[in-house]
């Protein structure tokens, strides 16, 4: 069964470390999604790639976020330095989308890196 | 800005209770909707999804929805649900031509049936 592998599952740090989130996508899969899910904000799109392009980046916070594709395999997302306030859910999601595709939009998430930044 | 909202935040149900979760969207071009179910401690899954054609789709487990152009909506319906249903639900759209299409979520609605 193919599936989106996030790492790592859960992640407790102090505040002002640097975090590093992967995600290995589904292979074939051209577009890779990051998104954030907290109880107040639901789930927030942080950034997108197609073809491990960024296309989108509008919904993260550049002074601390970044994230990369650094070959079709592995998509991360760092935060540096890490505040409270980023302790949420981060979802990596996968899919075909485009041209060539019709469109498409069915994506398959990870299983989330909880990170909690005391 | 694009958006999706679903208007019921919190829904609670007793067992063999009928469905029905709005959702709205706000872009006017070709959209794909989607229903994604989150069961509690789990990633997000699909449940149904629309492309073209029969505005009513049939998911899994019962789901269906109905795409409305009209009324911008694709709401989602179960005739019967159980308490196995308690997961939070969220409506996607995406849009866009050609490559810059981006898949945006709603709020999500807690469902919560009761045994």
């Known amino acids: 069964d193919a599936r989106v592998t996030q790492t790592p599952r859960h992640k407790v740090t102090e505040m002002g470390q640097e975090v590093t989130m992967r995600c290995q996508p589904i292979?074939?899969?051209?577009?890779v999604f990051w998104y954030r899910q907290t109880m107040m904000q639901g789930l927030e799109l942080l950034a997108y790639?197609?073809?491990?392009?960024?296309?989108?980046d509008s919904g993260m916070p550049k002074d601390r976020f970044s994230a990369e594709m650094p070959d079709a395999t592995l998509a991360t997302l760092k935060i540096q330095p890490s505040e409270p306030r980023d302790s949420a859910v981060y979802f990596c999601?996968?899919?075909?989308?485009?041209?060539?595709?019709?469109?498409?939009?069915?994506?398959?998430f990870g299983e989330g890196s909880r990170l909690t930044v005391l | 800005a694009q958006s999706v909202s679903q208007h019921n935040h919190h829904v609670i149900l007793s067992e063999a209770a009928s469905l029905e979760l709005g959702c709205n969207y706000s872009?006017?071009?070709?959209?794909?909707l989607f229903w994604y179910v989150q069961y509690p401690g789990q990633h997000l899954q699909l449940l149904l999804k629309?492309?073209?054609?029969?505005?009513l789709v049939k998911g899994i487990k019962g789901f269906e929805a109905e795409f409305i152009k009209s009324k911008f909506s694709f709401n989602l319906r179960k005739p019967s649900v159980q308490w196995s249903d308690t997961a939070e639900y969220f409506c996607?759209?995406?849009?866009?031509?050609?490559?810059?299409?981006?898949?945006?979520f709603g709020q999500g609605t807690t469902l919560q049936v009761k045994p």
């Open positions: 872009y006017g071009g070709t959209v794909n």
């Open positions: 996607a759209v995406i849009h866009g031509s050609g490559n810059t299409g981006k898949l945006i």
């Open positions: 790639f197609r073809n491990r392009a960024p296309l989108d």
């Open positions: 629309y492309f073209s054609g029969d505005p």
């Open positions: 999601a996968s899919g075909r989308i485009g041209a060539g595709t019709g469109v498409g939009g069915e994506l398959f």
């Open positions: 292979l074939g899969h051209n577009t």
